[in-house]
């Protein structure tokens, strides 16, 4: 069966032709290089889930979602144009509560090597379809943004797990109207592209202190409480590392871990 989600079809099998206008959201693991392959597994079925969760959370259901499309250590994310996802609830939901999620799988989990930080971008433009998936400058800005120099040093310094990096579209049309507290978005990045200059503003979400109650089971979560196109991903890879994370000597687990903090 197909991973794109069943709830978004179109006539005859065929995709619109021309643009389509999407909200881009990216997310993308701090480190993975640093990680063998088994812990990798395991850092993508954890992202996956707290990604699923965070969506649940903020009323992002399959409706509103394309096809995801994995990164190998990060996931793109394209939300369809529906006035029930406003780019404020992806500033001030979306994005908080994943970082939670971050902090609360962090304090739980018992290997440093298994803890996870996230750079995000938020971005919204035209892109297209085909076959093999969606394709397009805005895309393009937005991962450039997100993988910047400025974002990676801002998350190597930054307590939380997660720092998020907004355009310069989504900076001027949103965050400073006023629709989020923008007291934190800082330009600290600037790529080129097409010999354009594109700017991203920069923002570190608090944290609040994990929940123990939240914590317990965080990974005994139902892949089907999340939204279907993260579950039909999470199944397609679907390996359990248990068993060899729980071999991992004490030697390979802090040379793991030594650098996930700062590798990027």
């Known amino acids: 069966m197909s991973a794109r989600l069943t709830a978004v079809t179109y006539r005859g099998s065929q995709r619109p032709a021309g643009p389509v206008y999407r909200s881009i959201v990216a997310v993308d693991l701090e480190g993975s290089t640093t990680r063998t392959n088994p812990v990798k597994g395991e850092l993508r079925r954890t992202m996956y889930d707290l990604l699923g969760r965070a969506l649940q ?50 304090a739980e989990v018992r290997h440093p090597a298994l803890r996870i930080r996230l750079r995000t971008v938020v971005h919204a433009g035209e892109v297209h379809a085909d076959a093999r998936g969606f394709y397009g400058e805005a895309i393009d800005i937005a991962i450039r943004l997100m993988d910047s120099p400025p974002v990676k040093k801002a998350l190597k310094q930054a307590a939380s797990p997660l720092v998020l990096v907004v355009s310069e579209e989504i900076y001027a049309g949103i965050v400073c ?51 279907a196109a993260v579950a039909r991903v999470q199944a397609s890879h679907a390996v359990d590392y248990t068993q060899k994370i729980g071999a991992m000597s004490a030697e390979g687990t802090r040379s793991a871990a030594q650098p996930a903090r700062h590798a990027v």
């Open 177 to 227: 109207h006023g629709y989020v507290n923008g007291e934190s978005y800082r330009p600290l990045v600037r790529v080129r592209m097409a010999n354009k200059q594109h700017r991203g503003w920069v923002h570190v979400p608090e944290t609040l202190a994990p929940d123990p109650k939240r914590t317990a089971g965080t990974h005994r979560r139902a892949a089907g409480r999340t939204p």
């Open 57 to 106: 959370a903020t009323a992002i259901t399959d409706n509103h979602l394309e096809e995801l499309t994995d990164r190998g250590d990060g996931v793109l994310i394209l939300i369809r144009p529906l006035d029930d996802v406003p780019k404020t609830a992806l500033l001030d939901r979306l994005v908080p509560m994943l970082a939670v999620l971050l902090a609360e799988n962090n």
